[in-house]
C-alpha cells in the first residue's frame, strides 16, 4: 500500500516562500511521474507542478516563474518550493503521481495573508 505524507506548510505573509515536501512509502518513485495539486476552499483540485522520471517539469500558468518542483529518487521523495506567495495560493496542497493514482495523502495547508 502506497502513501504519501505532505508536510512544509504553514501561514506567511503574501511575498513570502515555503517549502513543500512529501515523502512516498511502498511504491516505485523513481519511476512515476509526480505531480503537485492543490485544492482551494470551494474549488477542485487543480494540478500546479509536474516532473517527470527524467526530471522535465512542467508548471501551471498560475505558478510558473514562482514554483519550483524537484526530487530525490534516493529519499522517494519530491518537493515544491513556492516563491513569492500570492493569497490566491492559499489552498491544502498534495502530491500524487500522474499516471499511477495511488491513495491521497492528508496534505498540507498553505495559507498566505495579503
Known amino acids: 500500500q502506497v502513501q504519501l505524507v505532505e508536510s512544509g506548510g504553514g501561514l506567511v505573509q503574501a511575498g513570502g516562500s515555503l517549502r513543500l515536501s512529501c515523502a512516498t512509502a511502498?511504491?516505485?518513485?523513481?519511476?512515476?511521474?509526480m505531480g503537485w495539486y492543490r485544492r482551494a476552499p470551494g474549488k477542485q483540485r487543480e494540478l500546479v507542478a509536474v516532473?517527470?522520471?527524467?526530471?522535465?517539469?512542467n508548471y501551471a500558468d498560475s505558478v510558473k516563474g514562482r514554483f519550483t518542483i524537484s526530487r530525490d529518487n534516493a529519499k522517494n521523495t519530491v518537493y515544491l518550493q513556492m516563491n513569492s506567495l500570492k493569497p490566491e495560493d492559499t489552498a491544502v496542497y498534495y502530491c500524487?503521481?500522474?499516471?499511477?493514482?495511488?491513495?491521497w495523502g492528508q496534505g498540507t495547508q498553505v495559507t498566505v495573508s495579503s
Open positions: 516532473i517527470t522520471s527524467g526530471g522535465s517539469t
Open positions: 500524487n503521481a500522474i499516471q499511477a493514482g495511488w491513495p
Open positions: 511502498g511504491s516505485r518513485f523513481s519511476i512515476n511521474a
